[in-house]
T-cell receptor, first 114, second 112 residues
Framework: DAMVIQNPRYQVTQFGKPVTLSCSQT?????MYWYQQKSSQAPKLLFH???????NEADTPDNFQSRRPNTSFCFLDIRSPGLGDTAMYLC?????????????FGQGTRLTVV | SQELEQSPQSLIVQEGKNLTINCTSS?????LYWYKQKYGEGLIFLMM?????EEKSHEKITAKLDEKKQQSSLHITASQPSHAGIYLC????????????FGTGTSLTVIP
């Protein structure tokens, strides 16, 4: 059974139209991550939550926001998507922070901005 | 800056051939992970290495971590078309909070 579930799998949105991507987990992990992966590139960390504590990466655009209403769910909000935001968005969880902790990934949401 | 570098960037091999993918870290690792990604999908965990000199195998895939814990290799024996995909190494480091870094990825094509 899938442990990290992302919805939708595919999303097409118009330039400038807000979009929300969803991630849920059944692992009861403390940490949830959002990554952006553009074509032929490695995933890039956008931000993560350790429990309710939000940690934003320094180079994550302000256009990207996140919410974690409870342990199981985490959302990625893109307020005004640009064409350059077309990418695969990956959600991951880990039991604890940092070293020696395996991250479990969802199937990803492929976002296309038109 | 890129913490993890992978080589080669892409690899095309004939079915049945052996191959090796390398992952080099700019800092000492505290956990090294290998993932496989099929096109357009999420990451599938393959193996985790923690100790210097550690080696793990699963079916025809073997991963090693060097004694200094800065370099790892992934070796596939007798490759099959099902091995095709993108292989990513991932790592966590001490004193970087909750950061989990990825390598640049290696795209593997296996020709039947």
């Amino acid at each position: 059974d899938a442990m990290v579930i992302q919805n939708p799998r595919y999303q097409v949105t118009q330039f400038g139209k807000p979009v929300t991507l969803s991630c849920s987990q059944t692992l009861n992990h403390n940490v949830m991550y959002w990554y952006q992966q553009k074509s032929s590139q490695a995933p890039k960390l956008l931000f993560h939550y350790y429990d309710k504590d939000f940690n934003n990466e320094a180079d994550t655009p302000d256009n990207f926001q996140s919410r974690r209403p409870n342990t199981s769910f985490c959302f990625l909000d893109i307020r005004s998507p640009g064409l350059g935001d077309t990418a695969m968005y990956l959600c991951a969880t880990s039991r604890d922070a940092g070293m020696n902790t395996e991250a479990f990934f969802g199937q990803g949401t492929r976002l296309t901005v038109v | 800056s890129q913490e993890l570098e992978q080589s080669p960037q892409s690899l095309i091999v004939q079915e049945g051939k052996n191959l090796t993918i390398n992952c080099t870290s700019s800092k000492t690792l505290y956990g090294l992970y290998w993932y496989k990604q099929k096109y357009g999908e999420g990451l599938i965990f393959l193996m985790m290495l923690q100790k210097g000199g550690e080696e793990k195998s699963h079916e025809k895939i073997t991963a090693k971590l060097d004694e200094k814990k800065q370099q790892s290799s992934l070796h596939i024996t007798a490759s099959q078309p099902s091995h095709a995909g993108i292989y990513l190494c991932g790592a966590a480091y001490l004193n970087t909070g909750n950061q989990f870094y990825f390598g640049t990825g290696t795209s593997l094509t296996v020709i039947p």
